[in-house]
């Protein structure tokens, strides 16, 4: 998507130089930052400390980081050791533990010599099946807005809700939930996007910087404000995007989420999750009960950074001295109260039938 006129993805390979570039997420929204990805210390911290952060720009980030492994030593202890080191940044998005699995297959029956040009090239195929699989989404979720917009009056916007930041990002390109958005808004479909603050580490704010870099209207509201809004038939529909979907429709995705679906279910609001296929996995079944969730540092809660009105940027606390904050960054919405999937191949039934007759090459069968 563009930024200030310029067409961006959140990553991209420096020719040049042979290395990874990032978008620096840990500036934004104050600061737009580009920032090389040099040694594989670099990778891990760039994810742990979320300078690249949503569920397919992490698997992505890590296919480059394998990829760097095997350019530095293509051994299969060294593979083996890339895998370990990538996989443990972060615990819940399955994304990370599908482009490691895809990479770490397809070159292990490689010779050493062959595996540093070929995982890059993996890598790069990661990242461009990103952008198309995105763009998929929002095709099929600009039908679901066009429904909605062809039962309101002529000019009146169609009202949508996300949380956290599910936008181009926290993938390649595009984005999962705003991928919709962005195509209800250049077909000229007029909307208007309520974006959760999304505590503690306030996604919402580059959520909106996106919607505002592309001209979607949008209003920032806390993230209590969602159920208010619902209640007073403010919202016509909800878009999320997700870390790690199960086979039987579980959705797994910022905490929050799950509080925005019992609201939108207690007030018939449809509560659709945007997709992409590496985020499924097929081999969990009870997200509450099978998902690890990411248990990040209180710090987050207690402190908060943001802008001081001379413009520099700071940290402030927010909490009494010595508070325990507890922080918790994921939680799990039933498939009961999700009422659609926006896949890349379709909108599909939060079910294990609907999935696996959506994915049935991908799906496994039970065990
Ligand atoms: O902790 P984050 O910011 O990485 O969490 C991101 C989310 O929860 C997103 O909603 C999810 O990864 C989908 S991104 C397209």
């Not at 010779?111 to 995982?119: K, L, M, Q």
């Not at 950074?305 to 919405?333: I, K, M």
């Amino acid at each position: 998507m563009k930024v200030k006129g310029t067409h961006y993805r959140s990553l991209w390979w420096n020719h040049d130089d042979d290395v990874l570039e990032i978008i620096d997420q840990r500036s934004l929204p104050y600061e737009f930052v580009i920032r090389q990805v040099k040694t594989m210390k670099e990778f891990e911290d760039s994810i742990v400390e979320m300078r690249v952060r949503g569920a397919p720009l992490i698997g992505a980030t890590a296919a480059y980081g394998m990829a760097l492994a095997m350019k530095l030593d293509p051994s299969d202890r060294n593979m083996d050791a890339a895998w370990d080191c990538l996989n443990a940044t972060r615990p819940t998005a399955i994304n990370l533990r599908w482009a490691l699995n895809r990479c770490r297959a397809a070159l292990r029956t490689l010779a050493p010599a062959d595996r540093a040009i070929a995982a890059l090239t993996m890598a790069h195929d990661i990242a461009d099946e990103d952008v198309e699989i995105n763009r998929q989404i929002g095709e099929h979720g600009l039908t679901l807005i066009r429904e909605i917009a062809a039962k309101k009056p002529a000019g009146e916007p169609v009202r949508l809700l996300t949380h956290c930041n599910a936008g181009w990002i926290a993938t390649v390109d595009w984005g999962t939930a705003t991928s919709p958005m962005y195509h209800a808004h250049d077909a000229g479909i007029p909307l208007h996007v309520w974006v959760d603050e999304t505590r503690p580490r306030n996604q919402g704010a580059l959520t909106s910087w996106e919607l505002g870099s592309h001209g979607v209207p949008h209003t920032y509201i806390t993230d209590n404000a969602g159920g208010h809004l619902m209640q007073h038939g403010q919202v016509d529909m909800v878009i999320v995007g997700t870390d790690r979907t199960t086979r039987r429709g579980d959705v797994c995705n910022k905490i929050g989420t799950y509080l925005k679906a019992l609201a939108a279910h207690d007030n018939g609001v449809p509560f659709y999750v945007a997709l992409p296929s590496p985020t499924i996995d097929w081999t969990v079944d009870d997200g509450v009960a099978e998902i690890p969730i990411e248990d990040r540092s209180p710090r987050e809660t207690t402190h908060i950074q943001g802008t001081f009105e001379d413009g520099t940027l700071g940290v402030v606390q927010v909490t009494p001295e010595g508070t325990p904050g507890g922080n918790p960054a994921f939680d799990v919405t039933p498939n009961r109260l999700v009422t659609g999937l926006i896949t890349e191949r379709g909108i599909c039934k939060a079910t294990p039938e609907a999935l696996a007759s959506m994915f049935p090459d991908l799906s496994k069968p039970e065990a």
